[in-house]
């Protein structure tokens, strides 16, 4: 056992946070905190990590056991570089080293049972050395750092030139570098682009030591975790299993406790119903019986109702006017700016009905290509054009489209004049602004309710074009799924920019992958037809192509020709697999009809009434041989159509 958690309680202002929380996390073991905003979740890292007394409750980490936390906002020394910075880390081992080089010196001079002890001082302190790592220090800095984001160009820039977002990448690496036993993360995958966070990923997977993380982040949940902290109205559930064996084993236990809810309350209703019908009759005899009800229904349970989702925001985003086929062309867009070319001679197409996704590095143009496309921009070359009665709607994931100084109401009422009190107040209440919390202002919200309320505002547009940049930050999971469904509902088009692979994988009919083009060092896009799961398959069969030498590299003056080859062929491909898929499947049904039909049979002609009627056991036996027959052609064709797909 690595950490217990025993009955841990926390309180802020008389409300209970956590209610005796228990639970633990054993050797090697990758574990999940998750809940709704607010529930506690960071509240109760701080609080395993001592940077918070509980109210009540013991922590209990493993004899001699370290813990390596960092938090949503951890800091590092802005005068430091980054690889001194990482050197940090790596100080008990670097001070090793020390130690074997002075024994290097000073046995040159050494003698008899001195040299022998310090021989075998040095021989101790070697193995450790070389056990730990310490001979691969440099290669596992540069690794980590260039998995998480920074070329070997940065390692000497200093902290206090880096963003926010990069300070936190190297607080990341620091961590991942000091290797202890149980690592704890609050929300890692913020900031990372989608190479950073899949290298994280491998990483916390092959981990030699326990993992404790709080991410809103499913897809990453579902590569690394066995085990889910479920933290709801303050009560902590465990449940085994990635985050999709989670919400399945959740749904039916919130569905069992529903019906039994709801039976347990339609009995109570009857049995107060027949007890007034028979005080109704005003007859000693029905009387009596109606006290005998009465005292059986005093004594029967009454279940409490479990939690309902009416905490979480209405989402429904409807077009106000159907648009034309084609929805938005770009032709030849290109931007960069001082000292920074982004893209060149970006050409595509989006249809009405499609949501495709904008996915790429940090830094490759993804926002800015947004920002061009909803006007805030202007490029250095080409063109777009949106189609006929194309009406966009725009989520900006800084929010700087929220008006500083401005109410939740004011921003509603601004936006759209002609609501009245009345329905601006029920559309912030759709998403949970209730009560005097339409009176905040913008400015003191939080990056959630700063989300919630573009959110608001977008579904407010009617638009029939969806602009998104980054709609799923700072949501938690259920907000995150009520998007996802309103989004797969929506009629209109959606182009998205989106780091969280599990949205895009629910969300997304294409993809737009924004990377370098061959040969330059500028991005362009290359067209996938799919989903997340379907992009990355086809990325590595490109990739396995590639490396063989079986693709040759295009010309960059061929990249928009190229890609729409590409689109025809991934199309045509997709449809023959789809085939496949659905041959496959009707094959796999037929073969276990027969063979539960061939046991049936055989089970039959164990019976002794069976088996003394010579006409049934002739008919069973020329079914067993149909049977067999039509089994191996099934088989065969089984065979072939697995080696096709």
Known sequence: MILQCSNITKSFDGKDIIKSCSFHIEE????????????GKTTLLNIITGRLPSDSGN????????????????????????????????????????????????????????????????????????????????????????????????????????????????ALAKLLLSKPDIIIL??????LDLQSVEFLEGFLRSYKGSVLLVSHDRYFLDRIVTKIIDLENG???????????????????????LKAYLNNKAEIEHQEEVIKKLRSFNREKSVKRADS????????????????FNTKMNLVITPSIISGKDVLSVENLSMSFPGKRLFDDLSFEIKRGERVALIGNNGTGKTTLLKILTKNLRPVSGNFRLGTNVKIGYYDQEQQ????????????SDAYP????????????????????????????????????????????????????????HLDIDSKEILENALNEYEGTVFFVSHDRYFINSVATRILDLTKAPGSDTNTVTNYIGNYDYYVEK?????????????????????????????????????????????????????????????????????DDIATDVSKCTELTNELDDIASKLETLYGQWEELSESS
């Open 28 to 39: 090697n073991e990758k574990c999940a905190i998750v809940g709704s905003n607010g529930v």
């Open 539 to 607: 990325k590595a069969q490109l990739l396995l192509r590639e490396t063989a030498g079986a693709k040759d590299a295009s010309k960059p003056d061929d990249a928009s020709s190229d890609n729409k080859n590409d689109w025809e062929q991934q199309k045509a491909e997709k449809a023959r697999l789809q085939k496949l898929e659905r041959d496959l499947k009707k094959c796999e049904e037929d073969i276990n009809t027969l063979e539960n039909r061939q046991g049936e049979i055989n089970e039959l002609l164990t019976h």
């Open 186 to 191: 609050d929300e890692p995958t913020n900031h």
């Open 293 to 308: 009800r009465q005292k059986l229904l005093d004594r029967m349970e009454r279940m409490e109702k479990p939690p309902e």
């Open 418 to 473: 002609d609501m009245d009190n009345t329905s601006i107040r029920n559309t912030l209440a759709a998403f949970l602004f209730c009560g005097d919390d339409v009176f905040k202002l913008t400015d003191v919200l939080s990056g959630g309710e700063r989300g919630r309320l573009s959110l608001a505002k977008l579904m407010l547009s009617n638009a029939n074009l969806l602009v998104l940049d980054e709609p799923t930050n």
């Open 59 to 170: 922590i209990t980490v493993g004899s001699g056991r370290t813990i390596g936390y960092q938090t949503q906002s951890d800091s590092v020394d802005p005068g430091n570089t980054i690889r001194g910075e990482m050197l940090l880390a790596k100080k008990d081992l670097l001070e090793e080293e020390k130690q074997i080089r002075s024994l290097e010196e000073s046995m040159k001079s050494l003698s008899g049972d001195e040299l022998e002890s310090a021989m075998k001082r040095y021989s101790d302190l070697n193995a450790h050395f070389e056990r730990e790592g310490g001979y691969a220090i440099n290669s596992e800095i540069t690794g980590v750092l260039k998995g998480l984001g920074f070329f070997e160009q940065d390692h000497d820039r200093l902290i206090g030139t880096l963003s926010g977002g990069q300070k936190t990448r190297v």
């Open 235 to 257: 009560v902590c559930t465990v449940y085994t299993g990635n985050y999709t064996a989670f919400a399945a084993k959740k749904k039916q236990a919130r569905d069992t406790a």
């Open 401 to 412: 489209l929220l008006t500083p100084g401005n109410s939740l109401f004011d921003e509603i």
